[in-house]
């Protein structure tokens, strides 16, 4: 499974290690002038300060190990962070974020209900429970979540994400046209991500628009000259047209990026073979 690209990131503020002994200092000086009850709120906002520090940390460590692909130890240190901060907003939607990525779908989901709780206005849980939804094939779920987050954010890179997203839900639910507006608001946010058209691509594929097929797999591989799929599936199109040579272009460069590339290699050999194929019918029949 694709890791996920986008991990938000809510810093808890907490006290340097200097800023923590003044604060001791200063509720041990209130205790001994027999402030009993001030240095007891003084201490317990301490308390709270390190909690806060040491959550954070494993926070950190929670997001190093999501980043590193290992989402067992990412869920340990994330549950660690909600130990010492129950109210963690953003512990509690990273854990689900790593529960969806295990395919834990049911504890995902209860992170991420959790965090809408705690916090109604965290658009990042709205983000990554349609996520969930979506890799566990729940799309109109999803499409709820990500049209709920887009009304939460202006941000351009996070919009164009959710768009992206929706428009890839809306397509398995075979809502053509909500799959293109979502594309092409996408596209418009943020024009030089090659994926964006790739997917676009391969709806108009779908839906044979070829000529626009065609236009968004070049525009994939201007982005991004390594897509070997781009290649092989606007080389399909180009057979398809009639202009062998591109496709047969194609279809090399394809199988150049991935030698493994099966179907690229026997579609190569094939349209060599189209014009000499009347040619071997004509001698048969003769």
Do not use: W
Not at 58 to 86: H, V, W
Not at 138 to 143: C, E, G, H, L, V
Not at 240 to 255: H, P, S, V, Y
């Amino acid at each position: 499974m694709k890791k996920l690209l986008i991990v938000f990131l809510l810093l808890m503020p907490f006290a340097s290690q200097a800023e923590q002994v003044d604060c001791n200092d200063r509720a041990n000086e209130i205790r001994m002038s027999d402030r009993l009850d001030e240095a007891i709120d003084v201490l317990s906002a301490c308390l709270s300060e390190e909690l806060s520090r040491v959550a954070r940390t494993y926070l950190l460590l929670g997001l190093t190990y999501y980043d590193s692909g290992e989402q067992r130890n990412a869920i340990a240190n994330y549950s660690k962070a909600i130990e010492f901060a129950p109210g963690y907003v953003t512990a509690y939607a990273n854990r689900g974020l790593s529960y969806s990525m295990k395919g834990d779908y049911e504890e995902a989901l209860a992170d991420f209900d959790k965090a809408i709780e705690l916090d109604p206005a965290y658009m990042q849980a709205y983000y990554f429970r349609a996520f969930a939804h979506q890799i566990d094939g729940n799309y109109r779920r999803a499409i709820e979540d990500f049209s709920t987050a887009l009304t939460m954010t202006d941000e351009t890179n996070e919009m164009a994400s959710i768009y992206y997203s929706r428009g890839r839900a809306n397509k398995e639910l075979k809502r053509f046209a909500d799959a293109y507006s979502d594309y092409g608001q996408a596209i418009s946010l943020k024009p030089n991500e090659a994926d964006y058209y790739y997917s676009r691509a391969l709806l108009h594929h779908e839906r044979k628009d070829n000529d626009e097929a065609i236009a968004d797999y070049s525009r994939t591989i201007e982005l991004n000259d390594q897509h070997a799929r781009a290649f092989y599936n606007r080389g399909l199109l180009y057979r398809k047209a009639g202009t062998d040579f591109l496709a047969i272009r194609d279809f090399e460069a394809a199988t150049d990026i991935e030698p493994s590339f099966a179907r690229a290699h026997a579609n190569r050999g094939y349209t060599y073979m189209i014009p000499v194929i009347p040619l071997l019918f004509i001698l048969a029949l003769g």
